[in-house]
């Protein structure tokens, strides 16, 4: 892929304003994606294969907050089966105007679709498989659980949700030093202490993570059989729950 723009908002945004997926974020998103999520393209690829596994001909993978859609793209790469479509929904038409871009340069013959619209308000019945990476945390606490349930809802028996997060940990001691060696991650990533402190302040009221158990916890709760992590460092986990209904095979 080509050049992506570096990340240097934090070097020169003011301390003090909130994050938002505002266009100077969108411009830099994939820099700041790889450079900020630990084992960001892996934990796609795993997807992947886990996903070939358990879908069947022709479900539809539903990517919400799918930013600029580097994940459907990954998965149109790397799936076998041309029977399955992809739909990525986000409400930052900035994010989907970059997506699209991408997407008609680096797909072939698979066409991605993608949809502006608030992720709360899907209706998409029959659908095998959800996708919510990081996104769920930026959603308000108190709709996590309705937010959850409509995904449940509107998925197939058998169908799954992949849920990645960022979490936290209830025991003080761990929380701490999952969080520093988190930082250290940045660090060697390149970002600076001033870059890493100023990012963590603007998201202190955006982004608001639940420990593992929660996150599994709200999943059962909506009805989900399983909920299993198939992926963890330290404090980021990607979980796969499953509607463990018949399955039409
Ligand atoms: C951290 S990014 C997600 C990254 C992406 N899932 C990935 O793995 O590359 C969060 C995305 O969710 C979108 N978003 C947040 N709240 C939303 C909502 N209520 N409806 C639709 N999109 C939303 C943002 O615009 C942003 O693109």
């Not at 790889?34 to 934990?43: A, G, K, N």
């Not at 619209?117 to 769920?136: K, M, R, S, V």
């Not at 659980?145 to 997060?165: A, C, M, Q, T």
Request: hydrophobic residues 40%.
């Amino acid at each position: 892929m080509a050049d992506q723009p570096k990340d240097r908002i934090f070097q020169i945004e003011a301390i003090g304003e909130d994050f938002s997926f505002n266009e100077r974020v969108v411009e830099v998103f994939d820099d700041m994606l790889d450079r900020s999520i630990p084992f960001y393209r892996e934990v796609i690829r795993a997807t992947a294969e886990l996903l070939d596994r358990l879908l069947i001909e022709n479900d539809r993978i539903v990517d919400l907050g799918c930013a600029t859609g580097t994940t459907l793209l990954e998965f149109c790469r790397l799936m076998g089966s041309d029977e399955i479509s992809f739909l990525g929904v986000d409400n930052s038409r900035a994010m989907l105007e970059k997506a699209r871009l991408k997407a008609e340069l680096y797909t072939k013959k698979r066409r991605i679709d993608f949809l502006e619209e608030d992720i709360a308000t899907i209706n998409l019945p029959g659908t095998g498989a959800f996708i919510l990476n990081y996104t769920l945390q930026f959603i308000r606490p108190v709709q996590r659980e309705s937010f959850l349930k409509k995904i449940y809802d509107n998925l197939r028996p058998g169908g799954v949700l992949i849920l990645g997060e960022k979490t936290i940990s209830h025991d003080r001691l761990l929380n701490r030093v999952f969080i520093e060696l988190y930082h250290n991650f940045k660090r060697n990533k390149g970002y600076s202490e001033l870059e890493i402190a100023k990012k963590r302040e603007a998201l202190e009221n955006v982004l608001i993570p639940f420990s593992v158990e929660e996150n599994r916890a709200l999943l059962k709760k909506v009805g989900f059989a399983s909920a299993e992590c198939y992926f963890q460092w330290f404090n980021f986990v990607s979980i796969a729950a499953v509607k463990n209904e018949e399955v039409p095979r």
